[in-house]
């Protein structure tokens, strides 16, 4: 087959259209067009119309997972997900070129789970601070595998992670009496992941904390002692 027309579409900016001599047409990413040097009156065989389709969609995908992952990082699971997703009037993806994709993002290192859970866990603890727990499930729902996970998450932070939770949520309980300040903050913390005892803990000390100790009804509460 020949090469009888090239030329842009209006959209998208960066891709253009061969027009093939037996009435067909492909759409190639403009770095597949320099790169193969094309140009009108050039002849093709159907293996070098599969190589050039299959060159620009590894570009295209490409292109589309950068701009994905400019916004944060990404698990290489969220990003299969994305570039896997159906585009209305345009082929499905074909899964083999989007793991090559991924690996090459990898190369490029501007793929790794072990780094995108490590800005997952500080973000969440600068922002939003969660049991080890409840992260884990966060992270694994976005294919971290667990070895990852175990690198990563350090549950023996969670009392620390705890109290940067409640202290957040502190003006939402002034002027509670202990009973509905302990059930609110608790439950906030639940919420949260954390285990009974953290979250019993957390809220005991936020009150002595706050107001010097815990009444003296309340069982088990730890007391300020008398100097």
Not at 196 to 212: F, K, N, P, Q
């Amino acid at each position: 087959m020949k090469i009888i027309a090239i030329h842009q579409p209006k959209k998208p900016l960066l891709h253009w259209i061969l027009q093939l001599d037996d009435g067909s047409k492909m759409e190639l990413a403009e770095s597949t067009l320099v790169a193969h040097q094309l140009a009108v009156g050039d002849e093709l065989t159907e293996s070098d119309l599969t190589e050039l389709q299959t060159a620009s969609d590894e570009y295209i995908l490409l292109d589309a997972a950068l701009h994905f992952l400019a916004a944060r990082p990404r698990s290489r699971q969220e990003v299969r997900r994305r570039l896997l997703r159906p585009r209305p009037g345009k082929r499905p993806p074909d899964p083999a070129t989007v793991d090559r994709v991924l690996e090459r993002l990898s190369e490029l290192e501007y793929l790794s789970d072990r780094e995108f859970a490590g800005f997952w866990v500080e973000n969440r603890d600068q922002f939003s601070p969660r049991s080890a727990r409840a992260m884990r499930h966060e992270l694994a729902q976005r294919g971290v595998d667990r070895e990852t996970l175990d690198a990563t998450l350090d549950s023996d932070l969670d009392a620390e992670r705890a109290m940067r939770a409640a202290r957040q949520r502190l003006r939402s309980v002034a002027g509670l009496d202990y009973q509905a300040f302990a059930r609110r903050l608790s439950g906030f913390l639940l919420r949260r992941g954390f285990g009974y005892d953290v979250a019993r803990e957390t809220v005991r000390a936020l009150w002595l904390e706050s107001h010097g100790g815990v009444p003296d009804d309340v069982a088990g509460a730890p007391r300020v002692e008398d100097e």
